[in-house]
């Protein structure tokens, strides 16, 4: 799963991204009524462009993105 810490283009980071920053293997999600154990993983350079090629489709995000000078953090969440 990929996560966006756009704070809606906001010009600082949503708090709950330095929680997941601060302990990254201590995340659980729900998700359909189904909890989920994960591993938070900010992926950086390419890895980071493929992720934002998927995410940054999303006029919402696209906005979000034009609307701040940093560049929105996308999380990683992996199955632990």
Same mark, same amino acid.
């Given at each position: 799963?990929?996560? &966006? ?15 997941? $920053?601060?302990?990254?293997?201590? &995340?659980?999600?729900?998700? @359909?009524?189904?909890?989920? @154990? ?7 350079? &390419?890895? *980071? @462009? ?15 993105? $034009?609307?701040?000078? *940093? ?6 969440? $992996?199955?632990?």
């Amino acid at each position: 799963w990929l996560i &966006v810490a756009s704070a809606a283009g906001a010009k600082k980071n949503p708090a709950w991204y330095y929680n997941l $920053a601060a302990h990254p293997d201590q &995340v659980r999600i729900e998700l @359909d009524g189904q909890t989920h @154990d994960v591993v938070a993983e900010q992926p950086h350079g &390419v890895e *980071r @462009d493929e992720a934002w090629q998927t995410i940054g489709s999303s006029k919402r995000f696209a906005q979000y993105q $034009a609307k701040t000078d *940093r560049e929105l953090p996308i999380i990683r969440l $992996a199955p632990r």
